[in-house]
T-cell receptor
Framework: KAGVTQTPRYLIKTRGQQVTLSCSPISGHRSVSWYQQTPGQGLQFLFEYFSETQRNKGNFPGRFSGRQFSNSRSEMNVSTLELGDSALYLC?????????????FGPGTRLTVT | QKEVEQDPGPLSVPEGAIVSLNCTYSNSAFQYFMWYRQYSRKGPELLMY????GNKEDGRFTAQVDKSSKYISLFIRDSQPSDSATYLC????????????FGKGTMLLVSP
């Protein structure tokens, strides 16, 4: 069974631009979560989607948004990029996202903002 | 106080050593406990998953959870150079959705 895939793997953007990252979950998984990983803050939860609905959201500004499609694939968007948005963005999928569901991560998208 | 505390290391050990990695937490609602391994420039890989208190063993890895002390551990027996990575503990509250709260990770270096 294929794992979680994320595209692109690397991105370089300029301050003020916007970016869209894509995530394809493991087949059969309906919950997709996004995390930001930086050396200073570690892994921080951005948001979670299930059945095309955002179920949970972390403490990030509104510039960070996402969506999920009917095939469970998800995208996240960051508008008006800031230097501090440089990070590894990780997507994780689980069956339904409840209780004991295990979460599996993709390889991440490394975003560099200059 | 952060919800999950984890010593960043690095922890350097010789090949064959027993490694102990630990996390403490403050939120008593956490019921599910995970350990992930992350190699440089890769995504986290799920290693161990436990529910509530107790031990779980999988090959060279043993996970322990002591909810009364709010303390979890990962033991690696017969450590190998290929175990060199950052180890992240993660936790989730019961009844919640997929939100994981992570420690910042401990970097482990196993020398041949």
């Amino acid at each position: 069974k294929a794992g979680v895939t994320q595209t692109p793997r690397y991105l370089i953007k300029t301050r003020g631009q916007q970016v869209t990252l894509s995530c394809s979950p493991i087949s059969g998984h309906r919950s997709v979560s996004w995390y930001q990983q930086t050396p200073g803050q570690g892994l921080q939860f951005l948001f979670e989607y299930f059945s095309e609905t955002q179920r949970n959201k972390g403490n990030f500004p509104g510039r960070f948004s996402g969506r999920q499609f009917s095939n469970s694939r998800s995208e996240m968007n960051v508008s008006t990029l800031e230097l501090g948005d440089s990070a590894l963005y990780l997507c994780a999928s689980s069956l339904q996202g409840f209780g004991g569901d295990e979460q599996y991560f993709g390889p991440g998208t490394r975003l560099t903002v200059t | 106080q952060k919800e999950v505390e984890q010593d960043p290391g690095p922890l350097s050990v010789p090949e064959g050593a027993i490694v102990s990695l630990n996390c403490t937490y403050s939120n008593s609602a956490f019921q599910y406990f995970m350990w992930y391994r992350q190699y440089s420039r890769k995504g986290p890989e799920l290693l161990m998953y436990t529910y509530s208190s107790g031990n779980k063993e999988d090959g060279r890895f043993t996970a322990q959870v002591d909810k009364s002390s709010k303390y979890i551990s990962l033991f690696i027996r017969d450590s190998q150079p290929s175990d060199s990575a950052t180890y992240l503990c993660a936790m989730k509250a019961r009844g919640g959705y997929s939100t994981l709260t992570f420690g910042k990770g401990t970097m482990l270096l196993v020398s041949p």
